[in-house]
């Protein structure tokens, strides 16, 4: 079974640009979760998406956004960069159902942007 | 208060010996807590959940759960230099079916040989 696919692994940008992260979720996990780490500020929940609706929201400006699409598979934007914005980004996906197993979250490998 | 805590550490353990890290978490609703592994410059890693109170064992290592003390733990037994890791306790949020877990900001951990 396939895991989790982030692409790209590894990107580098200028301020003011935008950039979109893809992620293919495990077959049959229909929850995909993004999140951002840093040194500094350690795993930080970005927003999930479940059947294509966005459930959950963090705590992040409006210039971070996602989607989901009819097979799972979820990308994030982040438009007009910012320095700050260097960060791994991580995709989880989970079957999104609730208890223990259906709130497991497996993670991918990230994409780690960089802005300069 | 956070909704998950941990102390960052770092905590070294020699060889062999049991390292022990712990977490509390502030929602009393939540009923069950996860524990990651993280290796430096790679993504977290699923160790294991545990939802019951008491302990819940998983080869080296056992998970403790305190729902009363709003307490868990990870307990590794003979650790390996290859335990040498960042590890991160969560606890998913919000309503059943709906919810998002939360981490805590992890505790390095570092086994000396």
């Known amino acids: 079974k396939a895991g989790v696919t982030q692409t790209p692994r590894y990107l580098i940008k200028t301020r003011g640009q935008q950039v979109t992260l893809s992620c293919s979720p495990i077959s049959g996990h229909r929850s995909v979760s993004w999140y951002q780490q840093t040194p500094g500020q350690g795993l930080q929940f970005l927003f999930e998406y479940f059947s294509e609706t966005q459930r959950n929201k963090g705590n992040f400006p409006g210039r971070f956004s996602g989607r989901q699409f009819s097979n799972s598979r979820s990308e994030m934007n982040v438009s007009t960069l910012e320095l700050g914005d260097s960060a791994l980004y991580l995709c989880?996906?989970?079957?999104?159902?609730?208890?223990?197993?259906?709130?497991?979250?497996?993670f991918g490998e990230g994409s780690w942007l960089t802005v300069v | 208060q956070k909704e998950v805590e941990q102390n960052s550490g770092p905590l070294s353990v020699p060889e062999g010996a049991i390292a022990s890290l712990n977490c509390t978490y502030s929602d009393r609703g939540s009923q069950s807590f996860f524990w990651y592994r993280q290796y430096s410059g790679k993504s977290p890693e699923l160790i294991m959940f545990?939802?019951?109170?008491g302990d819940k064992e998983d080869g080296r290592f056992t998970a403790q759960l305190n729902k009363a003390s709003q307490y868990v733990s990870l307990l590794i037994r003979d650790s390996q230099p290859s335990d040498s890791a960042t590890y991160l306790c969560a606890a998913p949020r919000g309503n059943f079916g709906n919810e998002k877990l939360t981490f805590g900001t992890g505790t390095r951990l570092t086994i000396i040989p």
């Open positions: 989880a996906s989970s079957a999104g159902t609730g208890g223990s197993s259906g709130n497991t979250i497996y």
């Open positions: 545990i939802y019951s109170n």
